[in-house]
T-cell receptor, first 113, second 112 residues
Framework: AQSVTQLGSHVSVSEGALVLLRCNYS??????LFWYVQYPNQGLQLLLK??????LVKGINGFEAEFKKSETSFHLTKPSAHMSDAAEYFC???????????FGTGTKLQVIP | KAGVTQTPRYLIKTRGQQVTLSCSPI?????VSWYQQTPGQGLQFLFE???????NKGNFPGRFSGRQFSNSRSEMNVSTLELGDSALYLC???????????FGPGTRLLVL
């Protein structure tokens, strides 16, 4: 069984401030982990993925995430928020193989000028 | 490489009608997953097809069905539409390492 929890359905940050979006997962086997971003009226775009090769994963648009097995976390961060980062972000887990992907409920990021 | 294509992008139907949505995956990908996204329920998994076979299925009624063709293109069908079926339907092309999902732009369905 697998699940993912995103803490905070809405997060507001000031432009230039640190972005931290939280994701905790549960998986009975070593998981694959993903972060996606969705802009209004669009599909989901892959930001980054954890492949077990490195615990710190760098993605597009300056985002990165760190896999912490002891904390079962995969939080998404960006050092300095831009207005264009305002969107909804989804964390997802897959328990390997041909298992389906389970998505979190999403976090809407608001960037305040 | 061309991305994931979904047609149509927008659709308006009335209750009781049926609808067919289409998805063309990324070239070389053999698996397609379908999701329903609504403000109240979030992203919900419908089903996944791999090489024309349904590999995984979500918890939706039998009114929701899908299929995949030999060229990996996939269709999903919803019969006897209900108001609650109004949603953004997303298709994901699955492939590459870790069978990563790459999403199309979605089809927005409005049921009146």
């Amino acid at each position: 069984a697998q699940s993912v929890t995103q803490l905070g359905s809405h997060v507001s940050v000031s432009e230039g401030a640190l972005v931290l979006l939280r994701c905790n997962y549960s998986s009975s086997v070593p998981p694959y982990l993903f972060w996606y971003v969705q802009y209004p009226n669009q599909g989901l775009q892959l930001l980054l993925k954890y492949t077990s090769a490195a615990t710190l994963v760098k993605g597009i648009n300056g985002f990165e995430a760190e896999f912490k097995k002891s904390e079962t976390s995969f939080h998404l961060t960006k050092p300095s928020a831009h207005m264009s980062d305002a969107a909804e972000y989804f964390c997802a887990v897959k328990a390997g193989g041909y298992q389906k992907v389970t998505f979190g409920t999403g976090t809407k990021l608001q960037v305040i000028p | 490489k061309a991305g994931v294509t979904q047609t149509p992008r927008y659709l308006i139907k009335t209750r009781g009608q049926q609808v067919t949505l289409s998805c063309s995956p990324i070239s070389g990908h053999r698996s397609v997953s379908w999701y329903q996204q609504t403000p109240g329920q979030g992203l919900q998994f419908l089903f996944e097809y791999f090489s024309e076979t349904q590999r995984n299925k979500g918890n939706f009624p039998g009114r929701f069905s899908g299929r995949q063709f030999s060229n990996s293109r996939s269709e999903m069908n919803v019969s006897t539409l209900e108001l609650g079926d109004s949603a953004l339907y997303l298709c994901a092309s699955v492939g590459g390492e870790q069978e990563t999902q790459y999403f199309g732009p979605g089809t927005r369905l409005l049921v009146l």
